[in-house]
């Protein structure tokens, strides 16, 4: 009598490939909506919120290989926000947000893997922790990146970023009700990274 094989880790190998590969494509399509505000125009980016709720809604391991397919594929296509290409990123100020892609979102779905088994309340408290913590870790490297690559001090820094925190509070929200109710339909999504 022959013994069943086990093909439940290569399902989720095959799973966890699909899930990186469609939310790195989201993240790709959102560098491309820019909405300008303001009477200077500046544009509202998706990209950085949306590459933090690859993490929401994976969690950390999926949503870090999230950001670093995103970063690769960034090295051949201009696929960043702008048309911009990752090498053309990380020689110029934005070099930190780039960078803190790698950091932000698998700490943002580190946080939010904890929601399992949670009460509702609960789940949302860690969902907007891990959205914040993720956004405030961009902002950190950000600022970094402009004390290092554009000469900037730390105050001129965190200056420059001040108009943008209105407007990505407000993506982030999104972003964080958008995890809630996928979660909500697919309670299973942070069971394995949860562990």
Partial sequence: MSTPVNSQPARSTTSDIAYVAVFTALVIVLGFVAIPVGALGVPIL????????????????????????????GFIFPVLAGGRTTYFALTSPTVGYII?????????????????????????????????????????????????????????????????????LIEMAVMVAIAISVHAAFPQLLRREAR
């Avoid at 590459?51 to 391991?61: E, Q, T, Y």
């Avoid at 959205?131 to 200056?159: E, K, N, S, T």
């Fill in 46 to 73: 998706l990209q950085n919120t949306a590459i933090i709720l690859a993490g929401l809604v994976l969690g950390p391991r999926r949503g870090f290989f999230t950001a670093a397919l995103f970063l690769l594929i």
């Fill in 100 to 168: 803190s892609y790698l950091v932000a979102v698998p700490v943002a779905g580190f946080i939010a893997a904890r929601v399992v088994g949670k009460p509702q309340g609960a789940k949302v408290g860690l969902f907007i922790l891990a959205g914040v913590v993720g956004l405030a870790l961009q902002y950190l490297f950000g600022a970094i990146g402009m004390v290092l690559r554009a000469g900037l001090d730390v105050p001129a820094a965190a200056a420059a970023q001040l108009p943008f925190i209105p407007t990505d």
